[in-house]
């Protein structure tokens, strides 16, 4: 398994969404992001310059979040994908996982939503 660096549900609150609802109210979106690149040099050097910071993968997190709306968290997690591949050189690819943990749906779930991997 590769090196990761990993934030884990981080939350937002925005308009995106098909549903009027969602559209008009907003709701709390989680997004939890694992970007693989090496972390050795950085661990042995004890050199944050040798690697990712947590709090710039969450101001490209956030970046897309607070952006223009969209419909489907699909276009959500590839656009965090992309931003995030863009930002950070170092990283060979990213995982992310947006969720809904409390979508409008007729029916009874934990939270709803997807999980893409985009390599470099």
Request: hydrophobic letters at 50%; proline letters at 6%.
């Amino acid at each position: 398994m590769p090196d990761s660096l990993v934030l884990q549900r981080l939350r937002f609150f925005a308009h995106h969404g098909m549903l009027p609802a969602e559209i008009a109210h907003g709701q709390f979106f989680e997004v939890s992001v694992r970007l693989e690149l090496p972390l050795a040099a950085a661990a042995n050097a004890d050199d944050l310059t040798l690697t990712v910071d947590y709090q710039d993968v969450y101001t490209a997190v956030r970046t897309v979040l607070d952006g223009p709306r969209h419909n489907l968290v699909e276009t959500l997690a590839e656009l965090v994908a992309t931003e995030l591949l863009k930002r950070f050189p170092l990283v060979d690819a990213v995982e992310v996982e947006i969720m809904k943990p409390a979508a409008p749906v007729a029916f009874s779930a934990g939270g709803l939503g997807v999980k893409i991997k985009r390599n470099r």
